[in-house]
């Protein structure tokens, strides 16, 4: 066992250095399935005008990861003048079972500006991911009991930004939100399925330019980032408002028992919702800025949205990579090292997520499991 411990150091030196406790464990990876699906829809008032949605599901439409949902939709003159679009990818990407590289599971990346006065735009990126898992009783080390529930803990790294921008300072944001939704599911033959995290945070746009971070939920509560403003740069961009996602670490717990199978499942959402008259919003996680800055682009015919982008990744790395795999020299200790090398089991999952299933740390603890075996 102080061989295999070694072996992990080498492989996540960052993690075995933050985090060292008397249990750790492996598992064995079975079978990995999920969904990445993109979904656009144009509004004029209430009247639905064009939707565009993709989907791809592993294994079903794709073999394996990666799996990317793409959707877009502009709105065209008869000139060919653009005045409103909106974006949105979705992946579920091949996932690194042993630390070698960042996260890479998961990504969402949405945007949508709206500079004509009836267009509205209501998009939506999915990603899930499920891992079947099992953990053997020689891939555990420390005081368990062979047939009883060990108690496993575990985090969710997110990386990424909620955005609301206006051309206009005071204009009505009534009816403007970007919103993220995160959950995980442990499931189990034979047991009722239990959600081990949940949670849920919205930025929303209110009267005379107002934006406020509302409806923080769950694994959230407490932990809700602070909204920052970026419309004083010199972007010509009046109203910027986000809140950024530097790593934030949602920690959970699970229990399993060792040589039974089990799964584990990922669910990630984020939706955002755009009114008339030179609004716009958007959400990323776990990719590079894309999205809003290509909208803008279409609608604006400038680098103002790229601009934006640019300045936010001053501040937070949306790809999530800078948190988990620091430079070997820095002048900071690293963020959130959880993620990477503790495991096949271990995933960088999402939102640069680190969606990390690490289970580093384990412990014995009375409880009855719900449901009923056969």
């Given at each position: 066992?102080?061989?295999?411990?070694?072996?992990?150091?080498i492989?996540?030196?960052?993690?075995?250095w933050?985090?060292?406790?008397?249990?750790?464990?492996?598992?064995?990876?079975?079978?990995?399935?999920?969904?990445?699906?993109a979904?656009i829809i144009q509004?004029n008032g209430i009247?639905?005008?064009q939707?565009d949605?993709?989907?791809?599901?592993?294994?079903?439409?794709?073999?394996?990861p990666?799996?990317?949902?793409?959707?877009?939709?502009?709105?065209?003159l008869?000139?060919?003048?653009?005045?409103?679009?909106?974006?949105a990818v979705?992946?579920l990407?091949?996932p690194?079972?042993?630390?070698f590289?960042?996260?890479?599971d998961?990504?969402l990346?949405?945007?949508?500006f709206?500079?004509?006065?009836f267009?509205?735009?209501?998009?939506?990126?999915t990603?899930?991911?499920?891992?079947?898992?099992?953990?053997?009783?020689?891939?555990?080390?420390?005081?368990?009991?062979?047939?009883e529930p060990?108690?496993?803990?575990?985090?969710v790294?997110?990386?990424?930004?909620?955005?609301?921008?206006?051309?206009?300072?005071?204009h009505?944001?009534?009816?403007t939100?970007?919103?993220?939704?995160v959950?995980?599911?442990?499931?189990?033959?034979?047991v009722d399925?239990?959600?081990?995290?949940?949670?849920?945070i919205?930025?929303?746009?209110?009267p005379?330019?107002?934006?406020?971070?509302?409806?923080?939920?769950?694994a959230?509560?407490?932990?809700?980032?602070?909204?920052i403003?970026?419309?004083?740069l010199?972007?010509d961009?009046?109203?910027?408002?986000a809140?950024?996602?530097?790593?934030?670490?949602?920690?959970y717990?699970?229990?399993?028992v060792?040589e039974?199978?089990?799964d584990?499942?990922?669910?990630?959402?984020?939706q955002?919702?755009?009114p008339?008259?030179g609004?716009g919003?958007?959400?990323?996680?776990?990719?590079?800025?894309?999205?809003f800055?290509?909208v803008f682009q279409?609608?604006?015919?400038?680098?103002?949205?790229?601009?934006?982008?640019?300045?936010?990744?001053?501040?937070v790395?949306?790809?999530?990579?800078?948190?988990?795999?620091?430079?070997?020299?820095?002048?900071?200790p690293?963020?959130?090292?959880?993620?990477?090398?503790?495991?096949?089991?271990?995933?960088?999952?999402?939102?640069?997520a680190?969606?990390?299933?690490?289970?580093v740390?384990i412990s014995?603890r009375?409880?009855t499991?719900?449901?009923?075996?056969?």
């Open positions: 066992m102080i061989r295999r411990n070694w072996k992990l150091a492989l996540c030196p960052v993690a075995m933050a985090i060292w406790t008397p249990l750790s464990v492996l598992a064995e990876v079975k079978d990995i399935s999920g969904t990445a699906t979904t509004f009247i639905e005008v939707r949605f993709s989907q791809e599901v592993v294994p079903v439409t794709r073999t394996t990666p799996a990317v949902a793409r959707a877009r939709l502009d709105r065209l008869q000139d060919g003048n653009v005045t409103a679009a909106g974006q979705a992946v990407d091949a690194d079972l042993f630390g590289s960042g996260p890479n998961a990504g990346d949405l945007g949508a709206s500079d004509d006065s267009t509205s735009w209501f998009v939506e990126g990603v899930t991911e499920n891992r079947a898992i099992v953990i053997g009783p020689g891939e555990i080390s420390g005081d368990f009991v062979p047939g060990t108690l496993a803990s575990s985090r790294v997110l990386s990424g930004v909620m955005l609301i921008t206006s051309l206009d300072p005071s009505n944001l009534t009816g939100e970007v919103s993220l939704l959950r995980v599911t442990r499931r189990e033959e034979d399925p239990a959600v081990v995290l949940e949670g849920g919205k930025l929303r746009g209110g005379a330019g107002s934006v406020e971070v509302e409806d923080v939920t769950g959230f509560e407490g932990k809700a980032p602070p909204l403003d970026f419309s004083d010199p972007l961009l009046p109203l910027a408002r809140i950024l996602f530097a790593g934030l670490e949602l920690p717990e699970y229990e399993f060792a039974h199978p089990f584990l499942e990922l669910l990630v959402e984020s955002i919702l755009t008339p008259n609004t919003a958007a959400a990323v996680f776990g990719l590079p800025q894309d999205g800055a290509a279409r609608v604006k015919e400038d680098d103002r949205g790229r601009q934006l982008a640019d300045e936010i990744a001053r501040h790395d949306t790809t999530g990579v800078a948190y988990v795999q620091p430079p070997a020299v820095s002048l900071f690293p963020l959130f090292p959880l993620c990477g090398g503790l495991g096949v089991e271990a995933f960088g999952l999402v939102l640069a680190g969606f990390c299933l690490t289970a740390r014995r009375p409880a499991r719900k449901g009923k075996r056969g």
